[in-house]
Nanobody, 121 residues
């Protein structure tokens, strides 16, 4: 059974940093790219970042480029999202997902439960 468990969310002031973690189990970690999405109140879920260990690629939404960094620890089957210079508009529930492919297609196959990030101004 695929399980994705996010952690690391919280309340932070604008300009601050948080690191989200997503612990994966139930599948071979590097067989699928890993995605981060977010959903703000009243808005559609949007893709934030993707990492493919096999393809050795990362990608970011324009809104987070230069501020967020995705990485992984393959020995721990964990993907991270380091978020720096946070803005109030980054406030959202952040979801980890496993892509349907080993490369970053952007199409998730499995989802975590989400973790709340709130950035105060």
């Amino acid at each position: 059974e695929v399980q994705l468990v996010e952690s690391g969310g919280g309340l932070v002031q604008a300009g601050g940093s948080l690191r989200l973690s997503c612990a994966a189990s139930g599948f071979t970690f590097d067989s699928y790219a890993m995605l981060w999405f977010r959903q703000a109140p009243g808005k559609e879920r949007e893709g934030v970042s993707c990492l493919s260990v096999t393809a050795n690629t990362t990608s970011y939404a324009d809104s987070v480029k230069g501020r967020f960094t995705i990485s992984s620890d393959n020995a721990k089957n964990t993907v991270y999202l380091q978020m720096n210079s946070l803005k109030p508009e980054d406030t959202a529930v952040y979801y980890c997902a496993a892509d349907r492919h080993y490369y970053c297609s952007g199409y998730p196959g499995s989802w975590g439960q989400g973790t709340q990030v709130t950035v105060s101004s």
